[in-house]
């Protein structure tokens, strides 16, 4: 892949992750929602072995849900993008 593959790669995600999250559902997801009918999401609920940058797709100060959804999820390509870079020049170095 050559750099202009890449960055049209990041920038369909970066809108992907900004526009799609718009309209993501505020109702919880299907486990969270058995949790609820059966009376032990209090006791699912545990401390994480990593805090998440963005719980809950909220942005601390921020008090529009939905552009706080849409920086949340345009952080999050970002974030995976990083990431998977790191990854990748990590095992490229150690194939070398």
Do not use: C, H
């Not at 032990?40 to 990593?50: D, T, Y």
Request: charge should be positive; charged fraction near 20%.
């Amino acid at each position: 892949m050559n750099k202009k593959e890449i960055l049209f790669g990041i920038i369909v995600a970066l809108l992907l992750g900004g526009l799609i999250s718009l309209f993501a559902s505020s109702w919880p997801d299907g486990l969270e929602r058995v949790a609820e009918d059966k009376e032990f999401l209090e006791k699912a609920e545990v401390q994480p072995l990593v805090a998440s940058p963005i719980p809950d797709y909220s942005w601390p100060g921020l008090k529009n849900e939905k552009i706080a959804a849409s920086l949340a999820g345009v952080i999050g390509v970002l974030i995976m993008f990083v990431l998977g870079q790191t990854i990748g020049n990590l095992l490229k170095k150690k194939g070398r």
